[in-house]
Structure formats: C-alpha cells, structure tokens
C-alpha cells in the first residue's frame, strides 16, 4: 500500500464517523487554529510561543512582543477562518480569491502590498531557486491558474495541495507573506478534497525547505509530497482521541496490511 492508499484508507475510516458531535469539532478547531497559526508563522519567524500565540489570539498584548507579530497571529486566525468559508461555500478558486486570502495575512502590517503581486525582484534567503522577475508575475500566475483547472484535478488530493503549494511560492508573487499565503491554500485544497487540514511544523522548516528548494531546482516533488503525506497522515491522529478510536486505528491500520509510513508512488 503506497502513501496515498494509506491516506485514503484513513479518509474512509474517519467518514465513517462524520458528522462529528459539535462538542469534538469545536475542540479540534480551537486546537487546529491555535497550531496551525503558531507554526505557520514561527516557520516565517514570528517569535511568539505557542501559550502566546494562544493569548493574543484571545486579545491580549504580550510585553516584549512587537505589535507586527501580533498582527500575524490574529491574520491568520482569519484567514483560516476564509479558508475555511471558502470550502463550505465550494466557491472556486481563481486569483482574486488568493490575493483576498493574502490581504488578510498582511492586513494592518503592510497596507501597500497586501493583496497585490509585487512590484519588485526578489531572492529567497538561503534557496538556489530564483523567482520570476516582477514583470513575469501576472503571466505566470496566469498559467499557474489555468494548470490548476486543468491538469491539477486529476491528481490525487494530497499531491496537487502539495504541487499547488510549490508551485504558487515558486512564483512568489507576493512582495511578503507568500509563505503562510501558501500553507494556507495547500489546507484549501486538503480541505476541499476531505481531508483534515494539516499542520507543518516549525521542527519540520529545513526538511520542508531543503524539500522546497529541490522541487523548484529540479521539478522532482517525491521529497515534498512525502513531506506533505506524511503531516496529513498526523493530522488525523488528533481525531482518532479525540473519538476515542486509537487502538481501533492500529488494529484497522494492521488489517490493511501497513505497519508504517511509505514514500509515495
């Protein structure tokens, strides 16, 4: 059984339980927000601990903290919240909707460029992957929409949320933000194909760059789909206690014939 089958397998087993008691989605939601925002924005180095990002999501200034990093936490809090809309609404996905998601994430941090493909050339720190001039920007995410509506939903979920994510911050559109902007159209794309949204974690940021820089300079994604399935795949783990299933899962999991993770095909 390859990773995706495993992953399907996992989407079978947790439907089966759907819908989920409200007392359960409301408890994995507060908990996904909470993780989903720290980590994404502790990747980008947003300093704030996971108990702070906890209490200025709840409003309330941390000393010590600059107010930019604040503004991140609450952002992307709404911009979840977006994403989340944009799935229960089914609303199709084109480049308006992205550069709302990217206002969001720069809303009162920089007012300039937010929702707006950049203007100037960058470099990403530390990548020998270069983007695209500026003036390349609107042509290649002009392309970059039409593979998605075209060739991206032939692919199997978790690979085009992985390939839709590369290939979006590979273009950099964005002057700042394309990172979370990116984390959080991957999740989008999870989510509308029914899996749990997933969460990259802060430990996982050379991995997931290294694995980043290697899909861009070579167009080989096996590193970072893998990557990808296998943060899916521990998504789920927070549903089975949460029901109160673990040991059903394990004893599922052997039946399939699958001990452990496996790359991808």
């Known amino acids: 059984m390859n990773h995706f089958a495993k992953l399907d397998?996992?989407?079978?087993?947790?439907?089966?339980?759907?819908?989920?008691?409200?007392?359960?989605?409301?408890?994995?939601?507060?908990?996904?927000?909470?993780?989903?925002?720290?980590?994404?924005?502790?990747?980008?180095?947003?300093?704030?601990?996971?108990?702070?990002?906890?209490?200025?999501?709840?409003?309330?200034t941390i000393g010590g903290k600059t107010l930019r990093e604040h503004f991140e936490a609450i952002n992307h809090r709404d911009a979840i919240l977006l994403v989340e809309e944009l799935v229960s609404k089914q609303q199709p996905l084109d480049e308006w909707t992205i550069k709302s998601?990217?206002?969001?994430?720069?809303?009162?941090?920089?007012?300039?460029?937010?929702?707006?493909?950049?203007?100037?050339?960058?470099?990403?720190?530390g990548a020998n992957h270069r983007p695209p001039q500026a003036l390349q920007v609107p042509e290649q995410m002009q392309a970059f929409m039409h593979w998605y509506n075209t060739d991206a939903p032939h692919l199997h979920a978790v690979e085009r949320a992985a390939r839709f994510h590369g290939e979006f911050v590979k273009i950099h559109p964005f002057a700042d933000g394309n990172g979370r902007t990116s984390r959080l159209l991957m999740n989008l794309e999870l989510m509308k194909g029914g899996f749990p949204a997933t969460v990259i974690e802060v430990e996982q940021r050379l991995a997931y760059y290294e694995a980043l820089d290697k899909a861009h300079c070579t167009a080989d994604y096996s590193d970072f789909i893998n990557l990808v399935a296998s943060c899916v795949e521990k998504s789920f783990v927070s549903y089975w206690w949460a029901l109160g299933i673990e040991a059903d899962i394990a004893k599922y999991l052997q039946a399939l014939g699958q001990g452990g993770t496996q790359g991808s095909q």
């Open 9 to 60: 397998a996992l989407k079978a087993k947790l439907d089966e339980y759907r819908p989920l008691a409200p007392g359960i989605v409301n408890n994995l939601h507060e908990n996904l927000v909470l993780q989903w925002t720290y980590h994404s924005n502790a990747i980008e180095g947003n300093t704030l601990t996971l108990k702070e990002t906890k209490v200025a999501l709840e409003g309330i």
């Open 101 to 125: 998601l990217h206002q969001l994430v720069l809303k009162n941090i920089d007012g300039e460029n937010a929702g707006r493909y950049r203007q100037v050339n960058v470099l990403i720190s």
